[in-house]
Nanobody, 123 residues
Framework: QVQLVESGGGLVQAGGSLRLSCAASGRTFSIYTMGWFRQAPGKEREFVAAINWRDNTYYASSVKGRFTISRDNAKNTVYLQLNNLNTEDTAVYSC?????????????????WGQGTQVTVSS
């Protein structure tokens, strides 16, 4: 079992930055693939980024070059650095965890989810 708790969301102006954190419980954090997804009002949840146990990273094309995912296994925490934010990045951001099988990009393959943290970008 893995429990996930996100933090770091907030209100930021366009062009600004935020860093989201996701703290995980459980001693086997290092073996999980960790992902970030987001859901904007009236839209479906979408993949943002993922990092596997080898620290290989994967990004949605809309955020590549602006967002960076990283993990600190000693702290059981995964981070999402959000730079050069724009209003289209406004959404609830959720972290998720999965095992080695399945797709990095498919939220249905993630078995554990946090409660989400709101990111609002003003123009």
């Amino acid at each position: 079992q893995v429990q996930l708790v996100e933090s770091g969301g907030g209100l930021v102006q366009a062009g600004g930055s935020l860093r989201l954190s996701c703290a995980a419980s459980g001693r086997t954090f290092s073996i999980y693939t960790m992902g970030w997804f987001r859901q904007a009002p009236g839209k479906e949840r979408e993949f943002v980024a993922a990092i596997n146990w080898r620290d290989n990273t994967y990004y949605a094309s809309s955020v590549k070059g602006r967002f960076t995912i990283s993990r600190d296994n000693a702290k059981n925490t995964v981070y999402l650095q959000l730079n050069n934010l724009n209003t289209e990045d406004t959404a609830v951001y959720s972290c998720a965890a999965k095992g080695s099988s399945g797709s990095y990009y498919d939220d249905g393959d993630y078995g554990y989810w946090g409660q989400g943290t709101q990111v609002t970008v003003s123009s």
